[in-house]
T-cell receptor, first 114, second 116 residues
Framework: AQKITQTQPGMFVQEKEAVTLDCTYD???????LFWYKQPSSGEMIFLIY??????QNATEGRYSLNFQKARKSANLVISASQLGDSAMYFC???????????FGRGTSLIVHP | DSGVTQTPKHLITATGQRVTLRCSPR?????VYWYQQSLDQGLQFLIQ???????AKGNILERFSAQQFPDLHSELNLSSLELGDSALYFC???????????????FGAGTRLSVL
């Protein structure tokens, strides 16, 4: 069963607009962590933001915020004030407590238009 | 810069050959992970080491092997290469082998392998 689902294969956004990238997950473990990574065309995987399942507040890192809805098992990434350099693939991942390996989604391609 | 160093950045070789990919983890990280990313398979976990010992194995072919050395750097050996092995190979490191809180994986820039 797929543990991480990213339903949007591709997204387009106008520069300076906000965009939300969807991620839903499946786990019965009460303790887990959620991660978002960015992969630009150059190939490297860049860690963006982390949310723990017990964190009371949504995580934020600069222009990135994570809209964490635990009951719905969703962990959407919100990018505010999009920039051309935000064009990349974005991967959502989850690691359950006690698990060695996180599970990655298939990714969402984001294109920012000028 | 994630602090994880992978060499070489690009590798072009022929079918049947053997190559070695190298990874130096972030300072202080004891756990190293190897991933393969291809267009059709997405990001596939291969193998994990923690402080020199193998901790988890994923979809790693028998033709592939890895090890982590006492200085914590790791090498991924790919042998009898096939066209389908062409992919981007990532190394990642984290402080601990498992857990969630603040045990974030940081990735290297990857080694792009082309098998001709």
């Amino acid at each position: 069963a797929q543990k991480i689902t990213q339903t949007q294969p591709g997204m387009f956004v106008q520069e300076k607009e906000a965009v939300t990238l969807d991620c839903t997950y499946d786990t019965s473990d009460p303790s887990y962590g959620l991660f978002w990574y960015k992969q630009p065309s150059s190939g490297e995987m860049i860690f963006l933001i982390y949310q723990g399942s017990y964190d009371q507040q949504n995580a934020t890192e600069g222009r990135y915020s994570l809209n964490f809805q635990k009951a719905r098992k969703s962990a959407n990434l919100v990018i505010s004030a999009s920039q051309l350099g935000d064009s990349a693939m974005y991967f959502c991942a989850m690691r359950e407590e006690g698990s060695y390996i996180p599970t990655f989604g298939r990714g969402t391609s984001l294109i920012v238009h000028p | 810069d994630s602090g994880v160093t992978q060499t070489p950045k690009h590798l072009i070789t022929a079918t049947g050959q053997r190559v070695t990919l190298r990874c130096s983890p972030r300072s202080g990280d004891l756990s190293v992970y190897w991933y393969q990313q291809s267009l059709d398979q997405g990001l596939q976990f291969l193998i994990q080491y923690y402080n020199g010992e193998e901790r988890a194995k994923g979809n790693i072919l028998e033709r592939f092997s890895a090890q982590q050395f006492p200085d914590l750097h790791s090498e991924l050996n790919l042998s009898s290469l096939e066209l389908g092995d062409s992919a981007l190979y990532f190394c990642a490191s984290s402080p601990r082998p498992q857990g969630t809180a603040k045990n974030i994986q940081y990735f290297g820039a990857g080694t792009r392998l082309s098998v001709l």
